[in-house]
């Protein structure tokens, strides 16, 4: 079959040329890159909206160097984590964030700045209210925390975290039946990052009013979350990377934190200082992770900082 191309003239005046070179020009000048992401899990998913304001963020911060982006968010209903991986790895979506560990960044590639300063290491519990007397003993005997059972999701790297430091666990696929099970006393606590947890059991309580928060003992693990792209999109990794440094060097990702709806009940943070901690090992957190960067990461054991 044959393909007939549109013959184009040839003008000696310049300013007739530079014409048609504007035009020709005008669709790529005008092309914004879009990056794709999933919409919220379930209602309880109060976090989904900090992390697209981020990804905006990122955006606005790397649009100078990198050019113009807009967001699109698919809604896909009953996604599990699980699932959300596989649809980044096939390519129909571009960007989920996730805890990391050495399987996801063999198969992803992970943007290595924690997009909490490392706060998701640091672990409330969502209870039963009936079991509230058996926790408060946990702050003379934490060790009686491994006689209970957590509730955490299948393909999370948080319950590979608490098996391999003797905890019990019981793997549930979906996030929003952690809640029911919980309420059903199928398992006994539900730990949730000191940022997420308050958000969705006010949510929670609308339809379980005997779930309560336990928050005078924490578990802590180094844990970072990050973004995660296609292997096939180290430009988009690159991109973000980036945006997310300039946010960090300007303020702007502490500034968020400290105003979202989720993160702002952290602050000051000198309301941590009476609590209780409980240390665990993460012996699968990969070894590129930049521990050493103070600047990405704030110790709740080290309040003084000036992210306080």
């Known amino acids: 079959m044959m393909t007939f191309m549109p013959q184009i003239k040839c003008f000696k005046r310049t300013n007739v040329l530079l014409t048609c070179i504007c035009l020709t020009c005008l669709p790529l000048c005008l092309y914004a890159e879009n990056i794709r992401v999933l919409g919220a899990q379930s209602k309880e998913d109060v976090g989904h909206s900090y992390f697209i304001e ?3 963020l990122i955006i606005d911060k790397s649009s100078a160097k990198y050019g113009a982006a807009d967001l699109t968010v698919i809604n896909i209903a009953n996604t599990t984590h699980g699932r959300s991986l596989i649809l980044l790895e096939r390519g129909a979506v571009d960007v ?40 408060d003993t946990l702050k003379q005997h934490p060790e009686q925390l491994k006689q209970l059972v957590a509730c955490q999701g299948e393909h999370w790297p948080d319950s590979d975290i ?17 809640f029911t099970m919980l309420a059903n006393q199928r398992c006994d606590y539900f730990p949730r990052a000191i940022f ?38 180290p430009d988009l990794a690159a991109r973000l990377e980036y945006g997310l440094q300039q946010a960090i060097k300007e303020g702007a990702l502490l500034s968020l ?18 609590k209780s901690y409980i240390e665990l090992k993460n012996k699968d957190l990969p070894k590129e992770t930049p521990v050493n960067d103070v600047s990405l990461w704030i110790n709740l054991h080290d309040i003084g900082s000036e992210k306080n």
């Open 54 to 56: 981020l990804l905006q």
């Open 96 to 135: 989920f964030w996730a805890g990391t560990n050495t399987q996801r960044e063999a198969r992803f590639i992970p943007v290595r700045i924690p997009l909490f300063f490392g706060l998701l290491g640091y672990r409330v519990s969502i209870i039963h209210q009936e079991n509230l007397q058996k926790f």
């Open 162 to 178: 608490l098996t391999a430091n003797d905890y019990k666990v019981m793997r549930v696929s979906r996030f929003e039946l952690m």
């Open 196 to 233: 997420e947890g308050y958000g969705e059991l006010e949510i929670a309580k609308k339809t379980y009013p005997n779930l309560i928060m336990y928050d005078q003992v924490i578990l802590h693990y180094q844990f970072p979350i990050y973004y995660f792209v296609n292997q096939k999109r």
């Open 257 to 274: 934190m400290q105003h979202h709806e989720m993160t702002k009940s952290l602050f000051p943070l000198s309301q941590w200082n009476n």
